[in-house]
């Protein structure tokens, strides 16, 4: 077959495939549960990344859902993934780096999810960017940290990703276009995408495979240089910083990627040499006295370092400091009935005000940073009770527990800012329903970011003109160089 008719085949089945599977809006929607070998097109990728390579305001991740633990959830984000793109949910996760999705080969993975999502199982060899991550390449060095003994030559990249709840993800990294929203206006964006490596999941179990709570993967958002904000940084996509503002009220909120201006936020100093977002703590304040803690609560690093985690919905605590947190909250309160629920929650009957009734909780950290909790956001009904959502991480199932750490009970209502950059985080209070500004890093100028609430049911359209302009590109590459 000659070049015409070949270009000319290609064209009609490029076209046809498009027409098929893509659908939808935009890039990355977040919402809250709780509350190969080298192809010519990516020679195309490269050169037109070179020459518009800049850094704009950042991204724009819609976020939704409740914030309330009684809802039992975590945030997710709808993603589009491939050329064409399909459409993929994953949950949004701080304590965790690499990004990974169900793939083809998954042996008992759902195709029903939370709240009856319909779930997508990857197939690299379905997109026209999709390719395999094999043991000599640089990013799988990386994750094995150079101790790659069973890993060697074009082998597949393998991965085993462990959770704290004991549930675990096991597959292979490939690397392929993402889609997302990049800011380009005061709530305004347009399609971008990204070129990012991830894990194509071939096993999971826990919570992971549970078709009440599973999603398609998991998006990191860690600290390595593994997640998809590193990778996206490193190539002059972003600013290594990023932002959350969870609505507890009206649900929803923000989430952007970029360099936040507005509000002000005063920061903290990231522990250096941790794995996980981790600042220290300094003091604990119930209802404006302090805690009568040891000194040596605070000199011990295992009890005053907090991880600060998205993907965790309650708040735990080591026992030194649960115990007399709970004690002096409960002491405004002597005569309630107190009643294990699930023989995990302490649970109460109250009909008053819990912001009348009960104590405000604040932490203090480094740099004068403070971190207030309301009644309202740590105690939370369950049927006609309401329930503690401190917990005593000393009394988990799991291996080096005992320790500090912030989920979204302490986070919603709080605009929160990681500061990759400056190896730094911070957060104020703030109404998370409204927007936030985000610097323009090639004119100086501020954009506006807004909250929304994305329904779980709603679909997500894919990036029509760029996966056109791909396909195009890739026809043309053909017609010339068959």
Same mark, same amino acid.
Request: glycine share 10%; proline share 3%.
């Given at each position: 077959?000659?070049?015409?008719?070949?270009?000319?085949?290609?064209?009609?089945?490029?076209?046809?495939?498009?027409?098929?599977?893509?659908?939808?809006?935009?890039?990355?929607?977040?919402?809250?549960?709780? +509350?190969?070998?080298? &192809?010519?097109? &990516?020679?195309?990728?490269?050169?037109?990344?070179?020459?518009?390579?800049?850094?704009? +305001?950042?991204?724009?991740?819609?976020?939704?859902?409740?914030?309330?633990?009684?809802?039992?959830?975590?945030?997710?984000?709808?993603?589009? *993934?491939?050329?064409?793109?399909?459409?993929?949910?994953?949950?949004?996760?701080? !304590?965790?780096?690499?990004?990974?999705? $169900?793939?083809?080969?998954?042996?008992?993975?759902?195709? &029903?999810?939370?709240?009856?999502?319909?779930?997508?199982?990857?197939?690299?060899?379905?997109?026209?960017?999709?390719? @395999?991550?094999?043991?000599?390449?640089?990013?799988?060095?990386? /994750?094995?940290?150079?101790?790659?003994?069973?890993?060697?030559?074009?082998?597949?990249? $393998?991965?085993?990703?462990?959770?704290?709840?004991?549930?675990?993800?096991?597959?292979?990294?490939?690397?392929?276009?993402?889609?997302?929203?990049?800011?380009?206006?005061?709530?305004?964006?347009?399609?971008?995408?990204?070129?990012?490596?991830?894990?194509?999941?071939?096993?999971?179990?826990?919570?992971?495979?549970?078709?009440?709570?599973?999603?398609?993967?998991?998006?990191?958002?860690?600290?390595?240089?593994?997640? %998809?904000?590193?990778?996206? +940084?490193?190539?002059?996509?972003?600013?290594?910083?990023?932002?959350?503002?969870?609505?507890?009220?009206? !649900?929803?909120?923000?989430?952007? *990627?970029?360099?936040?201006?507005?509000?002000?936020?005063?920061?903290?100093?990231?522990?250096? $040499?941790?794995?996980?977002?981790?600042?220290?703590? %300094?003091?604990?304040?119930?209802?404006?006295?302090?805690? $009568?803690?040891?000194?040596?609560?605070?000199?011990?690093?295992?009890?005053?370092?907090?991880?600060?985690?998205?993907?965790?919905?309650?708040?735990? =605590?080591?026992?030194?400091?649960?115990?007399?947190?709970?004690?002096?909250?409960?002491?405004?309160?002597?005569?309630?009935?107190?009643?294990?629920?699930?023989?995990?929650?302490?649970?109460?009957?109250?009909?008053?005000?819990?912001?009348?009734?009960?104590?405000?909780?604040? /932490?203090?950290?480094?740099?004068? =940073?403070? @971190?207030?909790?309301?009644?309202?956001?740590?105690?939370?009904?369950?049927?006609?009770?309401?329930?503690?959502?401190?917990?005593?991480?000393?009394?988990?199932?799991?291996?080096?527990?005992?320790?500090?750490?912030?989920?979204? @009970?302490?986070?919603?209502?709080?605009?929160?800012?990681?500061? @990759?950059?400056?190896?730094? *985080?911070?957060?104020?209070?703030?109404?998370?329903?409204?927007?936030?500004?985000?610097?323009?890093?090639?004119?100086?100028?501020?954009?506006?970011?807004?909250?929304?609430?994305?329904?779980?049911?709603?679909? #997500?359209?894919?990036?029509? +003109?760029?996966? /056109?302009?791909?396909? #195009?590109?890739?026809?043309?590459?053909?017609? /010339?160089?068959?």
């Amino acid at each position: 077959m000659g070049k015409f008719d070949f270009g000319w085949v290609l064209l009609f089945v490029v076209i046809l495939v498009w027409s098929v599977n893509v659908g939808g809006e935009g890039v990355i929607k977040v919402n809250y549960k709780f +509350a190969g070998s080298e &192809r010519n097109l &990516r020679a195309l990728k490269a050169h037109d990344e070179m020459r518009h390579l800049r850094i704009l +305001a950042g991204i724009d991740l819609p976020i939704g859902g409740s914030g309330r633990p009684d809802s039992v959830g975590l945030y997710f984000a709808k993603i589009g *993934i491939g050329t064409p793109p399909n459409n993929y949910y994953v949950q949004v996760d701080t !304590g965790s780096d690499i990004m990974w999705v $169900n793939c083809i080969a998954c042996q008992g993975c759902p195709r &029903r999810g939370y709240h009856d999502l319909e779930l997508t199982l990857y197939n690299p060899r379905d997109s026209l960017t999709g390719k @395999l991550i094999v043991c000599g390449q640089s990013f799988c060095k990386d /994750f094995y940290r150079g101790s790659i003994s069973a890993c060697s030559g074009n082998n597949s990249c $393998n991965y085993e990703q462990l959770y704290g709840d004991g549930s675990y993800s096991k597959g292979y990294f490939v690397e392929d276009v993402v889609q997302y929203d990049q800011v380009s206006g005061d709530l305004q964006t347009k399609s971008e995408n990204g070129s990012v490596i991830f894990g194509c999941g071939a096993s999971q179990s826990g919570d992971l495979i549970y078709s009440d709570e599973a999603f398609d993967g998991i998006l990191g958002f860690g600290k390595s240089n593994l997640s %998809m904000l590193s990778q996206l +940084a490193s190539s002059g996509k972003v600013k290594n910083m990023f932002a959350h503002c969870l609505d507890g009220v009206n !649900g929803g909120g923000i989430f952007a *990627i970029g360099n936040v201006v507005q509000p002000k936020v005063n920061m903290t100093p990231l522990v250096p $040499n941790q794995p996980h977002y981790s600042v220290n703590m %300094m003091a604990v304040e119930v209802g404006y006295q302090f805690l $009568n803690l040891s000194v040596d609560v605070f000199m011990d690093g295992e009890n005053n370092e907090v991880i600060i985690d998205s993907g965790t919905t309650l708040a735990y =605590l080591p026992e030194v400091i649960y115990a007399p947190l709970v004690k002096k909250i409960l002491s405004w309160q002597p005569d309630l009935k107190l009643r294990k629920i699930h023989d995990e929650y302490t649970c109460f009957d109250y009909s008053g005000s819990v912001d009348d009734g009960f104590p405000q909780v604040v /932490f203090h950290f480094e740099n004068s =940073l403070s @971190l207030r909790v309301r009644p309202q956001e740590y105690l939370f009904p369950y049927e006609d009770l309401f329930c503690i959502g401190w917990q005593n991480s000393g009394n988990q199932s799991r291996d080096k527990w005992n320790l500090t750490l912030f989920g979204d @009970l302490v986070l919603s209502n709080k605009l929160v800012l990681y500061d @990759l950059e400056n190896q730094a *985080i911070g957060w104020t209070e703030y109404n998370c329903s409204s927007s936030i500004e985000l610097k323009d890093e090639i004119t100086g100028s501020v954009r506006l970011v807004g909250a929304h609430s994305l329904s779980s049911g709603s679909r #997500l359209t894919a990036q029509m +003109a760029l996966t /056109f302009f791909l396909l #195009l590109a890739l026809l043309h590459n053909h017609l /010339f160089n068959w």
